[in-house]
């Protein structure tokens, strides 16, 4: 069992940042930032490998969110800058433990096997 936890979310205005954090009990081979706004499916943002730092983002954040990892401590940031209010969602953390079928599908909810409990970013006009 991986337990995660996450901190940082919170109200911003658009154009704003704010700075996500994850720490997990264990080691991972991958790390991810998943969101989900309401009324909206679960949509993957970014994730890192941690064993080279490969990273991925989703379309809809590249150039403006950053994910890095501190190794030592097994824990994931995701750096939001320059926030729009379609940023509004609840923001969970994921950690990939097996290299499954899903392996090469990063940003793929199935991948992942353990989950945070979220932490709400609200961005307003």
């Known amino acids: 069992q991986v337990q995660l936890v996450e901190s940082g979310g919170g109200s911003v205005q658009a154009g704003g940042s704010l700075t996500l954090s994850c720490a997990a009990s264990?080691?991972?081979?991958?790390m991810g930032w998943f969101r989900q706004a309401p009324g909206k499916e679960l949509e993957g943002v970014a994730a890192?490998?941690?064993?080279?730092?490969?990273?991925y983002y989703a379309d809809s954040v590249k150039g403006r969110f950053t994910i890095s990892q501190d190794n030592p401590k097994n824990t994931v940031y995701l750096q939001m800058n320059s926030l729009k209010p379609e940023d509004t969602a609840v923001y969970y953390c994921?950690?990939?433990?097996?290299?499954?079928?899903?392996?090469?599908?990063?940003?793929?909810?199935?991948?992942?096997?353990?989950w945070g409990q979220g932490t709400q970013v609200t961005v307003s006009s």
């Open positions: 994921a950690v990939q433990t097996t290299r499954g079928p899903y392996w090469t599908l990063p940003l793929s909810r199935s991948a992942y096997n353990y």
């Open positions: 264990g080691a991972a081979y991958r």
């Open positions: 890192i490998y941690t064993g080279g730092g490969a990273t």
